[in-house]
Every structure is written in structure tokens, then in C-alpha cells.
């Protein structure tokens, strides 16, 4: 693919398994070219759910 640049996305219910699957990515890929995180918190019934996500773009 040469120095195409690609992207790869997480998604999870806790920040510290956000966290953790980033920096097993960050091990791998080094050709990091930026990182965009994001929250969004919803309810359900009396529950508060957490989405933790980020895309990371790399060549």
C-alpha cells in the first residue's frame, strides 16, 4: 500500500479499556499521524451508559 494513510477505530465502555487497546496499537504502529477521542454518554431507563472511542490515523 506504500504510504497510504489508513485509520483504525476503538470502541469501548471503559476508558481504561480504551486506554489499553490504544497502547497496544501504539506498540505495533509507530507512523502515527494523529489521534481524535471522543465521549458520549446516553441514558437508558435510570443508567447513565459511557462510550469511550477514538480513530487514529497512521501510515
Do not use: P
Not at 507512523?31 to 490515523?57: G, R, T
Request: charged share 35%; aromatic share 12%.
Amino acid at each position: 500500500m506504500g504510504d497510504n494513510m489508513k485509520v483504525k477505530i476503538f470502541d469501548e465502555s471503559h476508558e481504561k479499556d480504551l486506554e489499553e487497546k490504544i497502547n497496544d496499537f501504539l506498540k505495533e504502529h509507530k507512523n502515527i499521524i494523529d489521534i481524535k477521542y471522543q465521549v458520549s454518554i446516553s441514558m437508558f431507563s435510570e443508567e447513565q451508559i459511557y462510550c469511550f472511542s477514538a480513530l487514529i490515523m497512521y501510515k
